[in-house]
């Protein structure tokens, strides 16, 4: 057996009073556990491919172009929309159609058509903002990659074993136990890189609240950058890691590795493994910096004040390779997600003209992105032009926490 190391994902989430949150375990399943596993994702696959091109045959049949059509046209019989309900109901059949699917839970089984469902939806209407993602796409042989049990009993998972449908008991790595109260809703299993894992949704119904010795007072601005991952505005700084610039070389190498291999290969299989596992690695070690960097920021302050930035507008810069580098979202993900859990305060603020407007007189001092230090012929202030940008994020996170205590 192979040796697994953990790594912990911890996110929450606030809906009607309660706090949902998730842990993520290491599993460490045996021989045939993971030809199961590997068996039910691949049949998953399929199943989401059939139910996918079951849509785009509906929707390719009863699609008409109006400005192309003619004058006189036969109309064709249209045919009944497949949706979530008809092809959840069609799964009846497909177990005696293919006796194979029982070794699968139903449960499990069910979450594919609302996959379906969901990409097929996002695509022609948009999600809650109206905003449309690109057209679906099949999956390939190893792509689907995670799937959920949607009812769980607490006591399927006791000490360091978890029992699954049609899968059994399998060993997990628990590197922290669950809190009391909290309620287990749904189980995912997730194959990465570099073994299994299980993913813990979990619902807490106590409404958070602010830690009594919350001080309003004690508050600070950070902003973020590309040479400095963040200047904060009591003038510390912290510089980018850079992580997958300083893997580079290794991730070319491990790519040139997988373009010799022959496709289809076990050379080839192998080497996309190991490709997976640096990535995997640089993914890790970034979240790593990011949690201790938004841990030690929390220790010392009660709010932090951060830009409420475009970071997919700014992805699709040249500066794009950088920038998803940073991982600036994660950070603000992470930061906030903390700070709920602590009883303490992330406020996202606008930020237009932050590095323009002096945070002494207010006066715009326009200025290109080379020039590095904030001079102000007004008032005569000279400093460095991220820590003028960080007194100002302060200063309006300072705003928009009294508007909110006024308001509550």
């Known amino acids: 057996m192979d040796t697994y190391y953990v790594i912990l994902y911890s996110g929450r989430k606030t809906t009607k009073g309660k706090m949902k949150t998730s842990y993520q375990y290491k599993i460490k399943p045996n021989k045939q556990q993971v030809e199961k596993i590997d068996q039910t994702l691949e049949k998953l696959r399929y199943q989401y491919n059939y139910m996918l091109a079951q849509r785009f045959d509906w929707y390719e049949q009863n699609l008409c172009a109006v400005d192309k059509c003619p004058l006189i046209c036969h ?5 009944e929309q497949p949706n979530y309900y008809s092809q959840k109901a069609s799964l009846v059949q497909l177990k005696v159609d293919r006796p194979w699917y029982k070794d699968i839970s139903s449960q499990v089984l069910q979450e594919v058509p609302k996959k379906v469902e969901l990409a097929f939806d996002k695509w022609l209407t948009g999600d809650i903002n109206g905003k449309k993602s690109g057209r679906p796409r099949f999956k390939g042989r190893g792509q689907y990659k ?30 922290r136990p669950i809190p009391d109260g909290l309620t287990i ?22 409404v958070p609240t602010i830690k009594p010795d919350f001080n309003p007072n004690n508050i600070i601005g950070i902003d973020v950058g590309l040479i400095d991952f963040y200047v904060a505005s009591d003038n510390t700084r912290i ?12 991730l070319k190498s491990a790519q040139r590795k997988v373009s010799r291999r022959k496709k289809g290969s076990n050379r ?5 493994q ?28 009660d709010v932090v004040a951060v830009e409420k930035l475009n970071i997919k507008g700014l992805a699709k810069t040249r500066l794009a390779k950088s920038i998803h580098d ?52 007004n008032c005569k202030a000279n400093l460095c032009r991220d820590l003028n940008a960080s007194l100002n994020i302060k200063a309006r996170g300072t705003h928009a926490l009294k508007a909110q205590l006024m308001s509550s």
Request: proline content about 3%; charged content about 30%; overall charge positive.
């Open 268 to 272: 080839r299989k192998k080497a996309i």
């Open 274 to 301: 190991k490709l997976g596992k640096q990535h995997k690695k640089v993914a890790d070690t970034r979240k790593d910096f990011h949690f201790k960097t938004a841990n030690n920021l929390l220790k010392k302050y």
């Open 75 to 79: 109309l064709p019989e249209l045919k």
């Open 146 to 175: 995670t799937f959920t049990y949607t009812q769980f009993k607490r006591h399927h998972f006791v000490a360091n074993k978890i029992t699954l449908s049609k899968i059994g008991e399998v060993k997990v790595i628990v590197h």
């Open 185 to 206: 809703k749904t189980v995912s299993i997730t194959k990465k890189a570099d073994g299994y894992y299980v993913t813990l949704s979990l619902d807490d119904k106590t």
């Open 239 to 250: 510089a980018a890691p850079k992580y997958l610039r300083k893997a580079e070389r290794k």
């Open 326 to 377: 940073v991982g600036w979202s994660q950070f603000t993900t992470i930061l906030g997600n903390k700070a709920e859990n602590a009883g303490l305060k992330v406020i996202a603020v606008n930020p237009s003209g932050t590095s323009q407007d002096c945070s002494i007189c207010g006066h715009k001092v326009k200025k290109p992105l080379s020039q590095r230090m904030h001079n102000c012929p």
